[in-house]
T-cell receptor
Framework: TQLLEQSPQFLSIQEGENLTVYCNSSSVFSSLQWYRQEPGEGPVLLVTVVTGGEVKKLKRLTFQFGDARKDSSLHITAAQPGDTGLYLCAGDPQTGANNLFFGTGTRLTVIP | DAGITQSPRHKVTETGTPVTLRCHQTENHRYMYWYRQDPGHGLRLIHYSYGVKDTDKGEVSDGYSVSRSKTEDFLLTLESATSSQTSVYFC????????????FGPGTRLTVL
């Protein structure tokens, strides 16, 4: 099993604050994805990072893939209530298994 | 939004009864997946399919079976439901054409009493 641990598990912050969510593993992944899930819906892909050390920005969200391709982080600047949701990282192992291994998730609440 | 539907969206059943969940796609994607989502565990893969009649087990396949007789439909069957199978079940699809993006359905909330 390719274990992906996310931290923190829960995060409650005030609107306008910054935050970082971490996704760590002892396994190497060929790519890593971040999803956001709202209550009653399926996860929706935010970004895919492929290259070790890669940084991608999506408006106020910055995603980084670790140099060794074992970890990733998601940084949100000036959080807004619309950012509230469950954030999931998912790694594609190098085994060619055609599936993803998901982290346990970080539930973010942004208080107006 | 990717064309994925799941049915039923909600189901309550009793221990020992058979249950079948359906995932239907209109995207003609090759790969289809069944996950379950439980608090503290994230999403865990049950079974997946890489083509018609081609399926394989995932991380938590015990107690589940699947079938894919045509590209657009992927069925998940609980032969004899147990309370431990109470969960939210998600179907996902992937085209396999150079992208790892999985598109998820809206989920089925199953309660086994």
């Amino acid at each position: 099993t390719q274990l992906l641990e996310q931290s923190p598990q829960f995060l409650s912050i005030q609107e306008g604050e910054n935050l970082t969510v971490y996704c760590n593993s002892s396994s190497v992944f060929s790519s890593l994805q971040w999803y956001r899930q709202e209550p009653g819906e399926g996860p929706v892909l935010l970004v895919t990072v492929v290259t070790g050390g890669e940084v991608k920005k999506l408006k106020r969200l910055t995603f980084q893939f670790g140099d060794a391709r074992k970890d990733s982080s998601l940084h949100i600047t000036a959080a807004q209530p619309g950012d509230t949701g469950l954030y999931l990282c998912a790694g594609d192992p190098q085994t060619g298994a055609n599936n993803l291994f998901f982290g346990t998730g970080t539930r973010l609440t942004v208080i107006p | 939004d990717a064309g994925i539907t799941q049915s039923p969206r909600h189901k309550v059943t009793e221990t020992g009864t058979p249950v079948t969940l359906r995932c239907h796609q209109t995207e003609n994607h090759r790969y289809m997946y069944w996950y379950r989502q439980d608090p503290g565990h994230g999403l865990r893969l049950i079974h997946y399919s890489y083509g018609v009649k081609d399926t394989d087990k995932g991380e938590v396949s015990d107690g589940y079976s699947v079938s894919r007789s045509k590209t657009e439909d992927f069925l998940l069957t609980l032969e004899s439901a147990t309370s431990s199978q109470t969960s939210v079940y998600f179907c996902a699809i992937r085209d396999g054409q150079g992208t790892d993006t999985q598109y998820f359905g809206p989920g089925t909330r199953l309660t086994v009493l």
